[in-house]
Nanobody, 124 residues
């Protein structure tokens, strides 16, 4: 069982930055692929970014490429999402997720555990 707790969301102006954190319980954090997803009101949950178990490989959605960076610190059981040049369309609840399945890391079905989400609101 893995418990995930996100933090770092908030209200920011367009062009600003935020860093989200997701702290995981348990001693086997490094065995999980980690991902970030987001869901805006009335829309489906969508993939944002993923990082491999060793952080040797990362992948981000085209919509955030060049602006968002995912990283992880296995010693701290934490995964991060650095978000720069934020746009109003980035406003959503952001969720972190952990999964043991090997795949692209971009599909919801690949993840077994989810956090409660943190709200990000970008004003224009």
């Amino acid at each position: 069982q893995v418990q995930l707790v996100e933090s770092g969301g908030g209200l920011v102006q367009a062009g600003g930055s935020l860093r989200l954190s997701c702290a995981a319980s348990g001693r086997i954090f490094s065995s999980y692929v980690m991902g970030w997803f987001r869901q805006a009101p009335g829309k489906e949950r969508e993939f944002v970014a993923t990082t491999s178990r060793s952080a040797g490989s990362t992948y981000v959605a085209d919509s955030v490429k060049g602006r968002f960076t995912i990283s992880r610190d296995n010693a701290k059981n934490t995964v991060y999402l650095q978000m720069n040049s934020l746009k109003p369309e980035d406003s959503a609840v952001y969720y972190c997720a952990a999964g043991r399945n090997s795949g692209s890391g971009s599909r919801i079905q690949e993840y077994d555990y989810w956090g409660q989400g943190t709200q990000v609101t970008v004003s224009s």
